[in-house]
């Protein structure tokens, strides 16, 4: 873990969603580092007590549940402020990409459900953290979006389509719950992590070659940044997005 001061987060409660494992770890990993509780989420239980353990039993809770189930996302930030005290800070990292190919063969039930998880249920993790939370007291949002909603990308195009309307969300959503909320977003390019191994097992090497920092992203690297828009160093930051790519889109490529 990157070293960094031990105290940034002191006494704040961070929901970190999708984060068993991966860039959402990563998250809530930096997170704790800098004094932070969390809670975090995913679909499995057993994955979510493995990463609390890694994090520490005092400073994070697992709740298990469907991103965009409303029940879910009300229990969380219940818990959040029952167990910690307070839901200061949200990270909507979870994502899905179950269709891959032309957007003209594209199945457009795979493509509801993608919209469903990506853009309508980050927000309404947003309303829920708003209405127990941060409409009373303020707080930070930083949602996870992605280079493929910069430009277009084969292959997996909807989910771009998905990325560019969570990034049109933030902006819409820092205009309207400034100034006591701030909310950005962050796109990373390929990160080494299961949900992206498809884009680079076996030909590492050669996908890496594209970014001018001749290597892909590793999860901490996106945790640094999502950790800083969240902060307070980030104070008159809102409403951007923070492209994390090591290059990639200076050459033209996603």
């Known amino acids: 873990m990157s070293e960094a001061p031990s105290s940034r987060f002191a006494g704040r409660t961070a929901i970190v ?7 959402g770890l990563a998250i809530a990993e930096r997170l704790v ?5 969390v809670v975090v989420t995913g679909r ?6 493995e990463a609390v353990a890694r994090l520490g039993a005092g400073h994070a809770l697992g709740v298990a549940g469907h991103a965009d189930d409303p029940d879910h996302q009300a229990e ?11 839901a200061d800070l949200l990270v909507n990292n979870t994502g899905i990409n179950p269709a891959y190919g032309p957007l003209v063969e594209l199945d457009l039930a795979a493509a509801r459900k993608v ?9 309404s993790w947003v309303q829920q953290v708003h209405r127990a939370w941060m409409g009373g007291h303020g707080g930070a949002i930083v949602n996870v979006s992605s280079v493929a909603g910069v ?3 084969s292959g997996i195009g909807f989910y771009g389509a998905s990325k560019a309307m969570l990034t049109h969300l933030t902006q819409q959503l820092a205009v309207e719950l400034g100034p006591d909320i701030r909310v950005n977003a962050v796109a990373p390019a390929v990160v080494k992590t299961r949900f992206a191994t498809a884009l680079y097992e076996g030909r590492e090497e050669q996908v890496a070659a594209a970014y001018p ?3 892909l992203g590793v999860p901490t690297d996106v945790g640094s940044v999502v950790a800083f828009l969240l902060s307070e160093d980030a104070a008159w930051i809102t409403g951007q ?14």
Do not use: M
């Open 241 to 254: 997005l923070l492209v994390v790519d090591g290059g990639l889109t200076l050459t033209g490529g996603v």
């Open 115 to 123: 919209f469903e998880v990506n853009c309508l249920a980050a927000l």
């Open 151 to 153: 430009r277009p990308a």
């Open 213 to 215: 920092l001749r290597r």
């Open 33 to 37: 580092a800098e004094g932070a509780r």
């Open 17 to 23: 969603t999708g984060a068993s494992r991966g860039i």
């Open 76 to 86: 969380v930030v219940a818990r959040a402020v029952e167990t910690f005290g307070s």
């Open 44 to 49: 499995k239980q057993e994955a979510l007590d």
